[in-house]
């Protein structure tokens, strides 16, 4: 079993930065991709950003040059660094895992763009 844990999110103004951080736990060797995923109210879960183990990491058209994803492999940790942040990227964000082939997902991070 691997259990997530996002943290990092918050209220924050248009153009503003957040980072958030997801820990993943459990009786783990390596994961080898962990991906960034958000919901916005009413519409579908939608991938962010994708990070594999010795690949170029993939982002959504909507957040290419604003978003960087990276990993800290030996600690299971990987991290969404947003900057120039707008109202659309209101969401909540949740980090998925695959791991022996099997999806794991955390609680998710309720990130709020605003004025």
């Known amino acids: 079993q691997v259990q997530l844990v996002e943290s990092g999110g918050g209220l924050v103004h248009p153009g503003g930065s957040l980072r958030l951080s997801c820990v993943a736990s459990?009786?783990?060797?390596?994961?080898?991709?962990m991906d960034w995923y958000r919901q916005a109210p009413g519409k579908q879960r939608e991938l962010v950003a994708s990070?594999?183990?010795?690949?170029?990491?993939n982002y959504a058209d909507s957040v290419k040059g604003r978003f960087t994803i990276s990993r800290d492999v030996a600690k299971n940790t990987v991290y969404l660094q947003m900057n120039s942040l707008k109202p659309e990227d209101t969401a909540v964000y949740y980090c998925?895992?695959?791991?022996?082939?099997?999806?794991?997902w955390g609680q998710g991070t309720l990130v709020t763009v605003s004025s």
């Open positions: 990070s594999t183990t010795a690949r170029t990491p």
């Open positions: 998925k895992a695959i791991y022996w082939g099997q999806d794991y």
């Open positions: 459990g009786r783990i060797f390596s994961i080898d991709t």
